[in-house]
């Protein structure tokens, strides 16, 4: 069968949007599968607010530990540009008893122990979710300095934590973060020799995020 000009451009028309509609919707696919964010911890309830989630959880801190997070000097956070360093300080009233782990890497790809929660989680996820959500433990091993005896003094180090927030629009923004980064030190006469790892909880941060 022979077609005439008129039918030959409707046949290149239709042909023309049918591979459009092809291409839109395995482009639109590829990039849902290429999206592995997900939400963060939820800290607040319709029973409990972000600050009363933040104060419980202050509550269980182990005796005497003060856990600080702040900005690096002169760290700018935006939208675009995604990174994003936070400053951990850890000291104790008590002498001799505490150490904390100074890890930043684990070889699973993520200290799993730690958690960030944020006031506006709508608009702040866990940027690669989908690798680890189905994951509950880390696997040993990774990078840590020596760990000190924690006393008045803070010790403080940087931590890249830019796989696990990811601002999604600018504006103000509170957050803080839990961790199982406590040690409390083993007594020479104790029965169980057990290395039990305490959650600490830190303070509320407020950070600006630009476009």
């Known amino acids: 069968m022979r ?5 030959f451009r409707i046949f290149i028309v239709l042909t023309t949007i049918g591979l459009f509609g092809f291409c839109f919707l395995t482009c639109s696919k590829s990039s849902k ?7 963060l911890p939820v800290a607040a309830t319709p029973e409990v607010s972000f600050e009363e989630g933040h104060r419980l959880a202050l509550e269980k801190n182990p005796e005497g530990v003060n856990f600080q997070i702040r900005l690096p000097e002169g760290e ?40 960030f929660y944020v006031d506006s989680p709508k608009d702040v996820v866990d940027p690669r979710y989908k690798d680890f959500h189905p994951l509950k433990s ?25 796989d696990r927030i990811q601002f999604r629009k600018p504006g103000t923004y509170r957050f803080y973060m839990t961790a199982n980064r ?7 006469d104790a029965k169980d020799r057990t290395i039990k790892m305490l959650p600490v909880t830190s303070n509320i941060l407020t950070v600006e995020v630009a476009p």
């Open 138 to 162: 880390s696997i040993c091993g990774g990078l840590s300095a020596i760990p000190p005896i924690l006393g008045a003094d803070p010790y403080t180090f940087i931590l890249d934590i830019s």
């Open 182 to 188: 406590i040690e409390e030190k083993i007594a020479p």
């Open 76 to 115: 700018q956070l935006s939208v675009s540009e995604k990174k994003v360093e936070i400053e951990l300080s850890f000291s104790s009233s008590i002498s001799e008893r505490y150490e904390p782990d100074v890890s930043t890497y684990d070889r699973s790809g993520r200290i799993i122990t730690d958690n």
């Open 3 to 7: 077609l005439n000009q008129h039918q």
């Open 33 to 39: 599968a290429d999206d592995k964010s997900g939400p």
